[in-house]
């Protein structure tokens, strides 16, 4: 077990927790991303505890949504939820239900991301990022940094967290992320 939240026991706990508070069916990958976006739980241990999860009856099919078979929680999943959520920190289960809540919202709204790098005839890359609302460009930002590496990084950062990235620069243009300033 290398998952951050410890035993199998927690790993299930807090996708439970997760299902519980989205409050709607989710099929496997959408379940799994909401998951993996804070790195407190392994994807192997994801999917481990989520097929014990159905055999235990903690989560159920709930039927199908444009071909993916969708799973939410049951009576009994609800109910353990409920009594052992106090097992993990309320901090690690707070700021996982917020990233899970902002992944979900950017998956429906049909925001779909592309990043591209280049390299110039300086010598240094481009790297080129966009955000795209059901085809329509909402975001978009080109960075000159002085490798390859860093340029790949940045990429990996973009499609890692997209939400994050669009929010934070959101938050930096309205002035509301002072701390990051030097007075």
Not at 12 to 39: A, H, S
Not at 57 to 70: K, R
Not at 76 to 82: H, L, M, S, Y
Not at 94 to 100: E, I, P, Q, W
Request: contains cysteine; aromatic residues 10%.
């Amino acid at each position: 077990m290398s998952s951050t939240v410890g035993s199998m026991k927690n790993v299930k706990i807090f996708v439970l927790y997760l299902m519980e508070n989205v409050g709607k069916p989710l099929d496997f990958v959408t379940l799994n991303d909401i998951v993996m976006q804070t790195d407190y739980i392994m994807y192997l241990d994801f999917a481990e505890a989520f097929h014990k999860m159905l055999d235990d009856d903690l989560i159920a099919e709930a039927g199908v949504v444009e071909g993916d078979t969708v799973y939410e929680i049951t009576e009994r999943g609800r109910n353990v939820a409920e009594t052992l959520h106090s097992d993990i920190l309320s901090s690690i289960l707070d700021k996982s239900l917020a990233a899970a809540l902002r992944y979900l919202d950017f998956k429906q709204r049909g925001i779909e991301g592309k990043c591209r790098t280049a390299r110039r005839e300086d010598g240094r890359y481009e790297l080129y990022c966009e955000l795209s609302e059901r085809g329509e460009i909402i975001y978009s930002t080109t960075l000159v940094v002085d490798s390859a590496d860093r340029a790949n990084r940045m990429k990996e950062n973009f499609y890692d967290r997209p939400e994050v990235i669009y929010r934070g620069v959101h938050a930096m243009l309205a002035g509301n992320m002072n701390f990051l300033f030097d007075d």
